[in-house]
């Protein structure tokens, strides 16, 4: 099951890129310009976030639970056709938040919503225009890291993780039946998220994270991402990431392990600086929105 959790983005400003690291800073601060979005509306207020429930109407559901110390954290509930569908979880990159799945989120969940926002041509993510079809449809869930509405304004690694894990933890208390199964999607730092958050899940709800499928992963959250992927075994994990960036190139072609893909771009290949969501973008080959439904469908097997 996907869950895909949107937040409001916003431009990713010089005092934001000023406290990551030097090697992210090349990546991430060459990113796309910020168009103006729409977030999801809500059906749930503060007061009313306990009648949030899977076989209501598509809307996206606003809540908000807490990082394993205690800080406080939103997100976004998609509630798929049926109840029993398995969870996507998505994770954002540090250029932005949750906002940046908006599409991708209406899209897993496939509920015919989508589409209204402002899509940026800088921003091919946000334009489900040349999406791929999608058959089936999926919970979602997304979330913003502390510190990371409209952009992420100091690289808090540690404490992201925290995050990870109260977002996780979050996911089994979601009303839908299908909750054993879970499937993990991120970018950038939200790459390393979503195995690190797939391992953690396996440890501590065993079998519920069915797959990680990671856009540029760097080691971003303290944790190896190859150890990670070596701990979700047999659990697949699949990494795709642009040869012409280096710290993901480092990370994804440096191990090799039976439930890992690791799969390459050349840099004439890919959009912007191949970094993280500029690898959703509809000229690539393999397209890495096809890859991530055959991704769902072999880790659901």
Known sequence: ??????????????????????????????????????????TVTEEKQEDVSAGQPPDPQLVQFTAADGEPLEGFFYPAEDDDAPLVMLYHWAPGDQMEWTEIAYWLQNRGLGGQGNSNAQKPWLNPAWFPSNPDSFHVFTFTFR????GCKAFERERWYLDVQGAVDYTQTLPYSGKRSIVMVGASIGADGAADGCAYANQTYPGICKGAFSLSPGNYLTLD?????????????????????PESAAVCGAFEAENYRPISYPGKAVFGNGHGM?????????NSLVLLLEFIATALE
Do not use: R
């Not at 934001?16 to 991430?28: C, F, K, M, S």
């Not at 510190?147 to 409209?150: L, S, V, Y």
């Not at 500029?278 to 393999?286: A, D, I, M, Q, T």
């Open 1 to 42: 099951m996907l869950v895909i959790l949107v937040f409001v983005m916003a431009p990713l400003t010089a005092c934001g890129t000023a406290n990551l690291p030097e090697d992210v800073q090349h990546a991430e601060e060459n990113a796309p310009s910020e168009a103006e979005t729409t977030e999801p509306e809500s």
């Open 147 to 150: 510190n990371c509405i409209g």
């Open 225 to 245: 991402y190859s150890e990670k992927v070596q701990e979700m075994d047999p659990v697949p994990a699949w990494c795709l990431y642009a040869e012409t960036d």
């Open 278 to 286: 500029n690898l959703v973008e509809p000229e690539l080959e393999p």
